[in-house]
């Protein structure tokens, strides 16, 4: 099923009305206005979305903390419980916890792993032992009230030990201990341990005695398959894998059996998802010749974007990459190497598309006659025709749907969609959910480069991922203020992937940079965020811009480029050992594969960044808990030695202590404080990449 949740009506304000003359029947009707707040007001739940407009997100294996804030009046204690109701019907209860001391915040982190809708309630209540005892241990000392606080021990422990729902053993300890509070006979002293001693202070901390209940309004979170949130992704163009120049100067494409032998080196560099862009026929009208020229030439393959000619459209395949056979070898080829593929999404049509002949209406005819092509001032797109869903949306919407569940019914689960912003976010909305109400498997992800609060929508819409506007966020001050805010500000709703090139996008930090840029990026993406990806060429430190633009010279979106890798690699100037140590580190600690868990720390250095994310014993499959911290030279043109500065609470250390730290990077290790000093050179290894372990589990 999709993102959506039940819908809350809006608020809307009512025009102004004259005020009432008060009688003795308003007077009356007053009194009968209900509350919106409970007896104890609950408040600011997360995780939520526009106040339950839509379901929260998290994906199988999330840790996900519940949080909000609750009070009461005057200063008796509470306690706050999160229900929580997974798909199955079952619910749990999980003690809250205060946090951030004087804000009334209380929190709980659960793991959630069966995949569907969970609901949840948070539950405020009077906790009348902790207030006995808060009041207690200032006046019993004091020798203030005494008897009274003792005869309200005793009617509590009676209370509770009346509580079937607690254990026999427990019932039978309560009941002891109302019996000694209640015994006059005894000092006062034994008889205040006896309601105080360390295990009713267990028992009633694990069942508190009740009052005042009071219930939060419903949240829901929609929990996705693991791939949805977590995955490595390798994009690379089927044509120029196998491509081959001819002796006459044409090319032979690479077809989908040529690129099914690829397929083994991605899953060997630790990447778990390939990306292919569209796969289907190209368009000859306005074809785009190399560098987005205007003349394209007879053996030009065009750009894969402008789809659809007189061997089909979007539910076509290019006759250069095979049959549709072909590609369901492919997909099989890219199962047995563990590997799932996403397909590009494209809603837009070459001149030459079925669709402009056969429904004309699904584009925007100009005042001249002519059909409006793609532009993106400066840039301009001859070749593709976007389409308009205002003149016939029920007709796009049924065809797309179509075509979508086309490449579904052959293997293709994962949809990686172009340029979403540019059409109608209620379509998305209505399509996503179409699709995941009957298959919730199947992952969208969004090319959505755009305003923040467009990019936000697609998400809140339904789609499961998109990518940011990481690869401009380059200094230690734009990443932490980004990284924060995807841990942080977004996550209960939008998964980002950290796409760190695209054949659009080739930034200058990566033109200027040299290997040591490709390394930082590299490393900063695949611990920084869940998911993560490349565009194939970044491991061969590809880095020539077409000039003028942020975008590769003889770019593959409209030539073939088939690359050595195995001569670069043999040459030792291959990326693709640290792309596989990234993966393999993602592997192999679990806090890499959390959204939630960053958490920036100080360096005395503008160019040093540092975080780390951890992960405790509780959540984990071997019970252990996991830490890594990732310090970075964000500055690749040097080398920076500073002072970091780190809150060893955030990983798991106890203040004061000491603790190990191994670089995955190159195996060294050191014992830390919470003060150290670190040297990273760009020219040669520009980040650490430390696990931690306190120094007892590390021997």
């Not at 009506?9 to 308003?26: D, K, Y």
Request: charged share 25%; hydrophobic share 40%; glycine share 6%.
């Amino acid at each position: 099923m999709g993102k959506s949740a039940a819908t809350r009506p809006s608020a809307a304000a009512a025009p102004e009305a004259p005020a009432p003359v008060e009688t003795a029947a308003t007077e009356t009707a007053s009194t009968e206005y209900e509350p919106l707040l409970p007896r104890i007001p609950i408040l600011d739940l997360s995780p939520q979305v526009d106040e339950g407009h839509w379901a929260a997100s998290a994906f199988s294996g999330e840790v996900v903390p519940f949080r909000a804030t609750a009070f009461r009046e005057g200063h008796d204690r509470i306690g706050v419980d999160l229900l929580l109701l997974n798909p199955s019907g079952t619910q749990t209860e999980h003690h809250m916890r205060a946090i951030a001391p004087g804000t009334d915040r209380w929190e709980v982190e659960v793991q959630l792993e069966q995949e569907g809708l969970w609901r949840y309630r948070v539950q405020a209540y009077a906790d009348e032992y902790a207030t006995w005892r808060h009041n207690a241990e200032v006046k019993v000392p004091a020798a203030i009230d005494v008897e009274l606080m003792l005869t309200i021990a005793h009617d509590l422990l009676a209370k509770a030990a009346s509580d079937k729902r607690r254990s026999t053993a427990e019932r039978r300890h309560l009941s002891e201990a109302a019996r000694v509070v209640a015994d006059a006979e005894r000092g006062d002293d034994e008889r205040f341990q006896a309601a105080v001693d360390d295990r009713i202070k267990r028992i009633l901390t694990e069942r508190p005695v009740v009052a005042l209940p009071s219930l939060s309004a419903t949240r829901a979170v929609l929990v996705e398959r693991t791939r949805a949130g977590v995955g490595s992704w390798y994009e690379f163009f089927p044509r120029s894998e196998g491509a081959k120049r001819l002796p006459d100067g044409a090319w032979q494409s690479g077809t989908f059996r040529t690129a099914a032998k690829r397929l083994p080196e991605v899953a060997a560099m630790g990447f778990d998802v390939v990306y292919l862009p569209p796969i289907h026929p190209i368009g000859r009208t306005f074809r785009k010749g190399p560098n987005n020229t205007l003349e394209a030439g007879e053996n030009d393959p065009g750009s894969p974007w402008a789809i659809g000619g007189p061997d089909g459209g979007h539910d076509a395949i290019h006759p250069d990459l095979g049959t549709e056979k072909d590609f369901v070898f492919f997909l099989g080829k890219a199962k047995q190497a563990g590997l799932e593929i996403a397909l590009d999404l494209a809603l837009q049509a070459s001149p030459d598309h079925p669709w402009v002949t056969q429904h004309q209406e699904w584009f925007t005819t100009l005042p001249d006659g002519t059909i409006a092509y793609a532009e993106n001032p400066p840039k301009k797109y001859q070749d593709i025709y976007p389409i308009n869903f205002d003149n016939d949306y029920d007709g796009l919407r049924t065809e797309v749907l179509r075509i979508v569940r086309y490449w579904m019914s052959l293997g293709v689960r994962i949809f990686r969609v172009d340029n979403p912003h540019t059409k109608p976010l209620h379509f998305w909305e209505w399509l996503i959910h179409t699709v995941n109400e009957t298959d919730p498997d199947v992952v969208f992800l969004a090319e959505a480069f755009t305003r923040p609060a467009l990019l936000h929508t697609l998400a809140k819409a339904g789609f499961q991922q998109s990518y940011t506007y990481f690869t401009w966020r380059n200094t230690k001050e734009e990443l932490e203020e980004f990284l924060t805010g995807l841990a942080e500000d977004t996550p209960d709703f939008l998964w980002p992937n950290l796409f760190v090139n695209t054949p659009d996008i080739l930034t200058e930090y990566l033109q200027f940079g040299g290997p040591a840029a490709f390394k930082i990026r590299a490393a900063i993406a695949a611990t920084g965020a869940p998911t993560w990806g490349v565009y194939s060429g970044f491991e061969l430190y590809e880095n020539v811009a077409r000039p003028g633009a942020e975008e590769y010279i003889d770019n593959e979106k409209y030539e073939y480029r088939p690359r050595d890798y195995a001569r670069a690699a043999a040459l030792g100037r291959s990326l693709a050992p640290y792309l596989t140590m990234l993966n393999r580190a993602r592997s192999e600690h679990p806090a890499l594969r959390q959204l939630r868990n960053l958490h920036v720390h100080g360096s005395e250095d503008d160019a040093v960044l540092v975080y780390s994310k951890f992960l405790a014993g509780e959540f984990t499959r071997s019970g252990k808990p996991d830490a890594v911290l990732v310090i970075a030279n964000v500055d690749p043109h040097s080398v920076r030695e500073t002072m970091v500065h780190l809150d060893v609470t955030a990983f798991g250390i106890e203040p004061g202590a000491q603790f190990e730290v191994r670089d995955l990077v190159t195996g060294q290790r050191w014992t830390w404080g919470a003060d150290n000093y670190v040297r990273l050179d760009a020219f040669t290894e520009p980040v650490h990449i430390l696990t931690v372990k306190p120094l007892e589990a590390a021997r």
